[in-house]
């Protein structure tokens, strides 16, 4: 727990800042979303000019008279946080397990939202176990959400059989949580994303500005040079044979094809898709994609 508590420092170049409206975001993509979140805050009668999207219906059907809604800007914007400890994520060949590689970004984005004063909450889950928070104000939430991912059963349990419906359950969960001008940053491999799902985010992109963070292993882009690998989950062993070229190519080709159909999803709903392998520094990628500056 500690060593995600010291990333407080290293958040300094990793921005949260809303982006203005067709402004660039990270992932290359651009966001229809301005400023922070709009609370509302009363209604009055309607006066001609008023965006016709804001009529309070409600009052309307009360009165017989047409009302509008008054917003006023929210002075903290929720920061949601969702974090995939699947099974899955427990794997990893290069430097760190994708698990722990999604730990550092989550340390890091809760405290650079932090430094801005946001509100920081989310959804932690695993194949059995589901935290969900509330977005809170400032440093005790932070060391609440880091504890509780620190503390998450998934660390001792990682070899827990697999539920295809986890993520679907997280993000509805999420979706629960998720207020309109929420900033909502997905960390996960994106493993079994299926329909469902999609629905849900597609759906949480209308109102709020969407990350997705990728976390991914080298040797699931690619395998190794040809060969025989022994490979281990910690209670068996197995061998892989890398040398047979078609299989190396249909191997490459189904994970550039996940890939692409991330980026496609991501593209169609304006989200922001930000790549991070587990043998790269996620302080660097974080800076490099959501603190202005091009990656070295």
Same mark, same amino acid.
């Given at each position: 727990?500690?060593? #995600?508590?010291? #990333? $407080?420092?290293?958040? %300094? ?90 730990? !550092? ?10 430094? @801005? ?13 589901? $935290?969900? @928070? ?11 959400? @880091?504890? #509780?991912?620190?503390? $998450? ?13 986890? %993520? ?71 061998? @892989? ?16 094809? $996940? ?17 991070? !392998? ?19």
């Amino acid at each position: 727990m500690q060593s #995600l508590v010291q #990333l $407080h420092a290293s958040s %300094a170049g990793i921005s949260l800042l809303p982006r203005s409206a067709g402004a660039q975001t990270a992932g290359n993509y651009l966001s229809r979303f301005k400023g922070r979140g709009m609370e509302f805050a009363e209604s009055r009668p309607y006066e001609p000019g008023d965006d016709a999207r804001n009529l309070h219906w409600r009052v309307m059907a009360r009165t017989g008279k047409p009302f509008t809604k008054q917003f006023r800007e929210e002075r903290e914007r929720p920061v949601l946080l969702w974090v995939d400890l699947r099974s899955r994520m427990f794997f990893g060949t290069r430097v760190a397990l994708k698990s722990v590689v999604a730990a !550092r970004c989550t340390a890091l984005l809760a405290w650079a939202a932090n430094r @801005i004063g946001d509100r920081i909450g989310g959804v932690i889950f695993s194949d059995r176990v589901h $935290h969900e @928070i509330k977005p809170v104000r400032g440093k005790a939430a932070v060391l609440y959400l @880091i504890r #509780l991912l620190v503390e $998450h059963a998934a660390w001792d349990a990682p070899k827990q059989s697999q539920s295809r419906h986890s %993520a679907r359950e997280a993000m509805t969960r999420l979706r629960r949580v998720v207020r309109p001008g929420s900033r909502v940053i997905l960390i996960s491999d994106f493993a079994n994303f299926d329909a469902a799902t999609e629905s849900h985010l597609a759906q949480l992109a209308r109102h709020s500005e969407i990350t997705l963070l990728h976390v991914y292993d080298a040797v699931e882009a690619d395998l190794p040079p040809p060969g025989r690998y022994r490979l281990s989950d910690g209670s068996r062993d197995f061998v @892989i044979d890398t040398a047979d070229p078609q299989y190396r190519a249909a191997y490459a080709a189904k994970f550039t094809a $996940h890939l692409e159909y991330l980026r496609t999803f991501a593209r169609r709903h304006r989200i922001s898709f930000v790549s991070c !392998r587990t043998d790269q520094d996620p302080i660097r990628v974080l800076r490099a994609e959501l603190g202005g500056r091009k990656p070295v």
